[in-house]
């Protein structure tokens, strides 16, 4: 889910959820380089401009959330989901009835935290 705030064509800050049919969940931070950029430039001064440390950060070149499915969508062809992405533990709820393909689910959070 986009925050209210963000255009699925033009976002650059995004968390997403990502669960595959065999009940594997993985996370991102995905972030555009510009967002990266934008976010250190705001408080050069400050320690935590000065570097930036997420545990499952992806930078992608374009912005918008079908660029950024798309390098999910190739991670996932090339079987490299979980190099890409960090890998989460099974979902507190999960459905015995899964579906049989794989599902990569758009973002779920406008904003990462801490950037933006």
């Not at 968390?15 to 250190?40: C, E």
């Not at 960090?86 to 801490?114: K, W, Y």
């Amino acid at each position: 889910m986009l925050g209210a705030e963000d255009d699925e064509a033009t976002v650059d800050n995004v968390d997403v959820l990502v669960t595959l049919a065999d009940g594997s969940r993985y996370s991102a931070t995905v972030l555009t380089v510009a967002a990266l950029q934008r976010w250190m430039d705001s408080g050069a001064d400050a320690y935590e401009r000065l570097q930036f440390r997420c545990p499952d950060l992806v930078v992608t070149r374009h912005a918008g959330v079908p660029a950024m499915m798309r390098v999910f969508e190739l991670a996932h062809e090339r079987d490299e989901l979980r190099f890409l992405l960090q890998e989460l533990g099974p979902a507190e709820d999960e459905d015995e009835d899964e579906d049989e393909d794989d599902e990569l689910e758009g973002p779920t959070s406008g904003r990462a935290a801490g950037a933006g």
